[in-house]
């Protein structure tokens, strides 16, 4: 155990009432430290599981956020993928669905292009300096 954990261990004994601990006045761990040592690991143990526990009480209200925030999403996810199975097993959806599918690729493909021809030359530049900065740097 570090010479950090053992003295928080020290201090938050008497702090979070789990009990007696070697007490430091000053005078370094001393005898009485040495016969606690074991004391002192499930000390801080105990500490770093309170520890532990308030950050998940501080944090949970966020989580509860996020799934309160997500759950339209999913909600939407779920009806749409559970309508497009049901969809697909008609010849004219999945006529539409393969027409809007080539007109999507007709319609992007082009900015795509455009896109890449404007960043790939910038992302390799960048690269190459990347790379030589990093041999000049050894």
């Known amino acids: 155990m570090s010479t950090i954990r ?3 261990a020290m201090g938050a004994g008497e702090l979070l009432g789990v009990g007696p601990v070697a007490a430091v006045y000053g005078h370094g761990y001393g005898a009485t430290a040495a016969r606690n040592v074991e ?3 499930k000390l801080s143990a105990d500490g770093l ?3 532990k526990r308030i950050a998940l009480f501080v944090a949970a209200p966020f ?3 996020a799934y309160i925030v997500a759950f ?3 909600g939407l996810g779920i009806a749409v ?3 497009a199975r049901a969809l697909i097993k008609y010849a004219a959806a999945r006529k539409t669905a393969a027409f809007v599918k080539w007109l999507g690729m007709l ?4 900015l795509l292009g ?7 030359p910038v992302t390799g530049a960048a690269l190459l300096a990347w790379i030589g900065g990093r041999t000049v740097a050894g």
């Open 81 to 83: 993928w559970i309508g």
């Open 107 to 110: 319609v992007l493909a082009p």
């Open 49 to 51: 599981a309170i520890l």
């Open 39 to 41: 004391a002192l690991n």
């Open 6 to 8: 053992k003295n928080w």
């Open 63 to 65: 989580f509860g956020l």
């Open 72 to 74: 339209p999403f999913v």
């Open 114 to 120: 455009l896109a890449l021809v404007i960043l790939l």
